[in-house]
Structure formats: structure tokens, C-alpha cells
């Protein structure tokens, strides 16, 4: 079979697709708004470069090595112990779990843009019953809408990587940071930019304690799409000779800024505009509709496209969530794309119709269990075991499973002497701080 390969710019803003989406603009700034502002981001930017980078680059490597699905991958480097590592590479399920509320919430999206033309709320109050509406009675409008985001991922999936992955990539992402950048540059006119900029990098250690930490790891990964296999399987179909170092810096680099950038917007425009930044998913739901309606007819317009730039990014990274599957069918299986885009398609499909109706009043009630409903346990089971779990397999298997001669021979002449402090924090730091955060999610510490 023809392997198809991602041209050297196709696989940075394919990679940067994956990793900058729903996370970086609907989550960082509500968490961020959560956990108190600067303090809090100065120690997600510190996890970033110390446990984000070094798994980026760890996840791109085995991709790159293995070139293959992710669990040939995972048994091609590890021929000795293929039957236990191949395990390793069924982190791409995480992606498909997670799918089943990220395709949900990009219907929500897809709602927003076409309410945001018709009316917007006029106070918070009124937003807030919209938006609690949509998510307890309508399930009509959720369906049609999950539906439409799950015709639009299957079909790019089933285009392939090149016509469909970095096509789709190489138009959405530009027009994404358009839209943020000429939106942003609008926030750095208005009176309270220096406001939000406090908010965002002045801190306040007072409003930390040890769950801003675990907070902080976990929302790296997400948004970094590490532990999922997505990266990995982009990898995969580099160029030999890539330099992953350089791809894993524009990645994390990227990712990183628009998530800096969207929150500095946000928090611009709810200060400006006197609106209360609503603590919670609501941020983006609630807050800013209200927020966007102050601001007259600019606001409809700043409105629509915000929400088109959000709904790109979560598209991008949806795609990135399936792919590893699909290419797992596809090599393990002998699958054709077609099939297996429209099988992993279904399954996250379905799987999102019972997560709208987890929230559905009268369905709610038999959809919960332990004071937590499907949508939730998805979204907690993924974050605080699937992915911390991923990074930790992926962290010991570089470490101390594929030969530390082969590692070098790759990666010393680009890391150079940071080769040295990269293998002791994927060998020791990395593990640690996984094993930590996974403890502190399941409640046991
Ligand atoms: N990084 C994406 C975000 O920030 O929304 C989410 C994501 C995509 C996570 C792909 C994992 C993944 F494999």
C-alpha cells in the first residue's frame, strides 16, 4: 500500500491542528479564571516546557521510529516484549473516548454560530438560560448538530492524510489565526487589556494550592494532544532525517501562544465589557454571548467568527482524535479508509447521542451513576486516567525500553547538550509527576 506522507509544513500545521482546539479557547480560560490567573499560569507554562516538550518529543520519536499504527509501533520497538508493549499503543482509544463530548460540544458550537447571526443574549442571565435550555431540553438541536460535526470528520478522515487531513489543515489553520489575531489586536485597543494582562501574568500565590498543579499537567497534555496516539500517528509518515526537535518546538510553540492569546482576549472582553467572567465551561457559553451583545453590531460580527474559530479548531483536532484508530484498523485489519472512518465515525456517534441524553432532563436521572453522568465520566475517566496513563507508558518505553544507543543516535546531534537533563526528566521527572497527577484524580491523594 502507498504510504502517504504529510508535506514538512502539512505535518507542523497538521500537529498544531491536533493540538490547538476546544482546549486552548473554551478550557484554558476557564481554568485559568478557576484557578485564580497568573500563579496558575505560570505553573502550567513551567509544565509545559518541562513535561509537555519532553513528551512531545518522546511521542513524535516513537512515531517517527515505528512508522507504522500505534500499536505496531509500539511492537516493532519493542520486539522482545512485543505481546505486553503492544498495549502501549491502544492509548489511541483515549481518542475515540474522548470524542464522544468533543463531537457534542463542537455541535454546540455549530449552534452558537448560527444563533450568534439570529440573536444574542442581552444580559448573562438570559445566556445562561439559553445555553442551560439547549443543554436540558433540546435534544433535536444537539443531535443535528453532533451529527453534522460527525459528516464532516468522517469525510475528511476518509480523504486520507494528505487530501483530507492536511487539506482541511492547511486552510482552517491560517484562517483560525486570522480570526484570533485580528480579534486580539481589536482587545490590545480597549482600556481593560492591561486589566486582563494583570489577571493573566501577575500572580497571586495565595490562590494556589496542590490541585492547580494537577490541574495544570493534565490540561498540558490535553492541549499538547499527548497520550492519545495522535501525534504519534502523524509521525509516523515524517521524512526520514525530520527534525523532531524543531517540529515538537513549533508545535508547543503554536499551541501555546493562541492559548495566551485567547485567554488574554477573553479576559479583555469580559472586563471591558463589565460581565463577570463566569467561573466554569460556561466561559464561552454564557459570559461571552452576553459579552458580544454589549458590543453592538461589531459584537454579532465578532460573534459569528468567534465562533466559526472555534469550531475550526475543534475540527482540526476531532480528525486527530479518530486518525489513530482508523490507521490501526486500516494496517492491523486490511481495513479500507472508507470503512473504517465511517466504523470509528459510529462509535463516537453513537456513544455522543447518550452523552446528550445524560443531560437531557428525564433522561439524566438513569444516565448518572456516583454523582457523575456519562458526559462527565467520559470527559474525568479520560483526563484522569487514559491520558496521564498514556504519558507515562510512553515516558518509561523511551526511557528504558527502546535502547538508549538508538534514542542518541536521533536525537543527541538535534538536542545536543540538552539531550542529557531531556532523558533524565522523560526517565524520572515525567513518570513521577504522572503517577502523582493519576493519584490525585482518582481521589487517592
Ligand atoms: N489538543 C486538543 C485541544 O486542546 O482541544 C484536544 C486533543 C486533540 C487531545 C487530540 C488529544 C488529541 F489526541
Redesign the pocket.
Known sequence: MKIERFTKLGFILAAAG???????I??FPYITGENGGGAFVIIYLLTVLLIGFSIMIAEILIGYMGRLDTVSSFEVLAPKNKNIWKFGGFQGL??LF?MIF?SVVIGWIFNYIVTSITSLPSTVEEAESIFSNMLHTEFLTQLLYHTLAFFWITYVLNKGLKGGIEKMNMFLMPALMIILLGMFSYATTLGAFSQAFEFMFYPDWSKIDSGAFVVAVGHAF??????????MTYSASLEKNSNILKNAFWVVLL?TSIAIIAGLMLFTFLYEYGSIPSKGPGLVFISLPAVFYEMGVLGNFFSIIFFIALAF??LT??V??VE?MVQYFIDRFRWSRLKASISMGMFFWLFGIVAILSNIDGFKESLAWGGKNFFDWVDYVTAAIM?PLGGLVMAIFVGFIIPKSQVESILKPQLKWAFAPWYFSLRYLTPIAMFIVMLSLVGII
Do not use: E, Q, R
Open positions: 491536533s493540538a490547538v482546539g476546544l482546549g486552548n473554551w478550557k483515549a481518542g474522548i468533543y490535553f492541549t499538547l494532544s499527548l497520550g492519545m496516539g495522535a501525534i499551541d479548531a475543534g483536532s476531532s486527530s482524535l489513530p491520558l
